[in-house]
């Protein structure tokens, strides 16, 4: 599969090469790049993640530059394998900077890249379509980080934060009186109702405390309406 990509940016030659040759800005700015390990001046160890569909690989790529002329051009070649995945990969890339009038840099780029195993099997519009998108992020990451900022982080979790803020909170206004029902002859005869059991007494009442921040509200209910009741709590759930 072969892939040529170009990238404006605003930013001058000098400064995108320096991105390009600097392992840690480098790799922000990757899409699924977990980790990279420095060899030598020509020489990385990293660990990217990728995702295809319904199968994930996380391959160990190894990359050598292989031909520089500061700042306008840069070969590299690569390596990558992923065990349980059962899939490699070889990769040789170039990128062209050129200055473009005004100011900034034309990024171009032209990837060769071979894929087998489990995500070989993808056709070849699969790949490209991924392959877009990952340039994309790139594109955007390494513009925010010219730009001053840190490119964005990618493949990592946020947990959610609850914040509780010291606001006063209105009461809740009790619930609109309701007719108390007639209860028919027979119910003295019988047992005190669930509700009843529940908050206690002769079985006439219900109290009901509701506290918000620092306002506490008591309602009474009838044990008859204790429907109506238990339907209102529910709201205040």
């Known amino acids: 599969m072969e892939i040529e990509k ?54 160990k790529l190894k990359t050598r530059i292989v031909e520089r002329d500061e700042p306008r051009y840069l070969r590299a070649e690569g390596t990558g394998e992923d065990a349980s995945a059962a899939s490699s990969l070889k990769q040789n890339s170039e990128m062209w900077l050129q200055e473009r009038e005004g100011g900034g840099t034309e990024l171009r780029m ?41 490119g964005a982080a990618v493949d990592v979790p946020v947990p959610p934060v609850v914040v509780e803020a010291a606001v006063p909170v209105e009461p809740v206004p009790p619930p609109p009186a309701r007719p108390e029902p007639t209860p028919p002859p027979e119910a003295s005869a019988q047992r005190p109702g669930f509700w009843a059991r529940l908050w206690g007494g002769s079985g006439q009442d219900i109290r009901v405390e509701v506290r918000r921040g620092d306002t506490t509200i008591t309602v009474h209910w009838p044990v008859q309406a204790s429907q109506d009741c238990a339907a209102w709590l529910r709201t205040l759930v």
Request: hydrophobic share 50%.
């Open 110 to 150: 032209k990837v060769k890249v071979d894929v087998l195993g489990r995500m070989g099997t993808f056709g070849l519009g699969v790949m490209k379509t991924k392959a877009d998108r990952m340039w994309d992020e790139f594109g955007v990451n390494a513009a925010a980080r010219l730009a001053g900022g840190t």
């Open 6 to 59: 170009t990238l404006l940016l605003d930013a001058p030659p000098a400064r995108v090469w320096a991105l390009l040759l600097d392992p840690n800005a480098m790799g922000a700015c990757v899409p699924g790049m977990e980790s990279i390990e420095v060899v030598s001046d020509d020489e990385y160890v990293a660990v990217m993640k990728v995702k295809i569909a319904f199968i994930s690989a996380r391959f």
